[in-house]
């Protein structure tokens, strides 16, 4: 599997045939919108223009912008919806290539119960929004990332080159958090690399250009 990142809360994730792009975004942004082929789009919050601009993308994606379960081109996903500040995002739990990726999406404060985050289960990767202004800022995310306990986190929504949100650094978060962040075009994995490491790692991804 590969994870890259394009900005705000958009990533490509590729496993061995097929390919999803979650949240992407339009120009609006100051970033150039994500482009190119896609099997899967994932939408955390379908009423949001700037983060759910699905014109870039070619081919005849399935489009996941409600809750429920699905299963489709490899990837069993878990739609769950979380209430926040009065908006309803979309978390999406992520399984492919014995995997689980969960993407909390813009939320601004994780707000569950012990019970609805034992439901995620063992969480292998966490995309963890971190800059602040309109989503989770650097200690909001800490408190996150120690509640749901992944093996991996991959901070989004941060300060990056011609982004017009002003958001945090990502730096911020990994001084919170403790401990170093790795950076990295982008990630990719095998179940045999978690099984062989179980400390928690920061891994920054750079955009795609």
């Known amino acids: 599997m590969q994870i890259s990142?394009?900005?705000?809360?958009?990533?490509?994730?590729?496993n061995k045939n097929y390919t999803a792009v979650v949240n992407p975004f339009s120009k609006e942004s100051g970033l150039t919108p994500p482009r190119g082929g896609t099997d899967v789009v994932l939408l955390s919050d379908a009423t949001d223009p700037v983060n759910?601009?699905?014109?870039?993308?070619?081919?005849d994606?399935?489009?996941?912008?409600?809750?429920?379960?699905?299963?489709?081109?490899?990837?069993?996903?878990?739609?769950?919806?979380?209430r926040n500040d009065g908006r309803i995002?979309?978390?999406?739990?992520?399984?492919?290539?014995?995997?689980?990726?969960?993407?909390?999406?813009?939320?601004s404060e994780l707000k569950l119960t012990e019970d609805e985050i034992e439901d995620f289960g063992d969480i292998d990767i966490l995309l963890l929004p971190v800059g602040g202004n309109?989503?989770?800022?650097?200690?909001?995310?800490?408190?996150?990332?120690?509640?749901?306990?992944?093996?991996?986190?991959?901070?989004?929504?941060?300060?990056?080159?011609?982004?017009?949100?002003?958001?945090?650094?990502?730096?911020?978060?990994?001084?919170?958090?403790?401990?170093k962040a790795e950076s990295m075009d982008k990630l990719s994995l095998k179940k045999k690399d978690l099984l062989a490491d179980e400390s928690v790692k920061i891994i920054i991804l750079e955009p795609l250009r």
């Open 5 to 14: 990142y394009f900005g705000l809360g958009s990533f490509k994730i590729t």
């Open 52 to 59: 759910s601009y699905t014109q870039g993308l070619s081919g």
């Open 134 to 179: 309109g989503v989770m800022d650097f200690s909001q995310a800490s408190k996150a990332a120690n509640l749901l306990e992944p093996k991996i986190i991959i901070p989004m929504y941060y300060k990056i080159p011609n982004l017009k949100i002003d958001f945090d650094s990502s730096d911020k978060f990994v001084k919170q958090f403790g401990g």
């Open 61 to 82: 994606p399935f489009l996941i912008d409600t809750p429920g379960e699905y299963d489709v081109k490899d990837f069993a996903i878990d739609a769950t919806q979380i």
């Open 89 to 107: 995002i979309t978390a999406h739990l992520i399984q492919t290539e014995g995997m689980t990726i969960l993407n909390l999406g813009s939320i």
